[in-house]
Antibody
């Protein structure tokens, strides 16, 4: 059974960098079928796709976030990371990592979610 | 504003049938891209209910079904149960601005 476990600070100061890691267990991240992605959900609001990448290094980002975004993977550790720089209160959200079946495609396994609050 | 438009809320009595619409445009659903549906119970993460417009993952009851036509898609739930009370989101792919996965704004289903 695939599991995605998220970790990272729950509080980030404005203008600093938000960093989250997603550890994958139960299967290898290396695949021709599966991509890996990040989605966020501001409190009381809907879902917003952040970005997705393949194990071969192809990456797609939400254009509204692209300039502040960095997604990386360590396939030897079977984990991937998200960094969002220059954060503001608008970046306060529950962040989810997920397995992305094909691109474009759907998200079949999700992490537990991590609330990140941007506040001084 | 979401690229995919869903009604903010729908409701139905136990046992009834409800549908949730997801309206897009020629740059997403109308371009032939699949629609996926997720259920999010309050306080929990999303769970995929329907993928590729009409397919159910194993373990999802056949009370849930999806369809797509033109620039819209629908999720139908028959035999409504109290446990179906949740938020539902559609998701597709859009090429108007950039190649992006996009979500609808979500629909809150209330079981009366």
């Amino acid at each position: 059974q695939l599991q995605l476990q998220q970790s990272g600070p729950g509080l980030v100061k404005p203008s600093e960098t938000l960093s989250l890691t997603c550890s994958v267990s139960g299967d290898s991240m290396i695949s021709d079928v599966y991509w890996w992605g990040w989605i966020r959900q501001p409190p009381g609001k809907g879902l917003e796709w952040i970005g997705s990448f393949s194990s071969s290094g192809i990456t797609y980002h939400n254009p509204s976030l692209k300039s502040r975004l960095a997604v990386s993977a360590d396939t030897s550790e079977n984990q991937f990371s998200l960094k969002v720089n220059s954060v503001t209160a608008a970046d306060t959200a529950v962040y989810y990592c997920a397995r992305h079946v094909y691109f474009p495609g759907y998200f079949d396994y999700w992490g537990q979610g991590a609330l990140v609050t941007v506040s001084s | 504003q979401s690229v995919l438009t869903q009604p903010p809320s729908v409701s139905g009595a136990p046992g009834q049938r409800v549908t949730i619409s997801c309206t897009g445009s020629r740059s997403n659903i109308g371009a032939g891209y699949d629609v996926n549906w997720y259920q999010q119970i309050p306080g929990k993460g999303p769970k995929v209910l329907i993928y590729a417009s009409s397919n159910r993952p194993s373990g999802v009851p056949d009370r849930f079904s999806g369809s797509k036509s033109g620039t819209s898609a629908s999720l139908a739930i028959t035999g409504l149960q109290a446990e179906d009370e949740a938020h539902y989101y559609c998701q597709s792919f859009d090429t108007r601005v950039s190649e992006s996965e996009v979500f609808g704004g979500g629909t809150r289903l209330t079981v009366l």
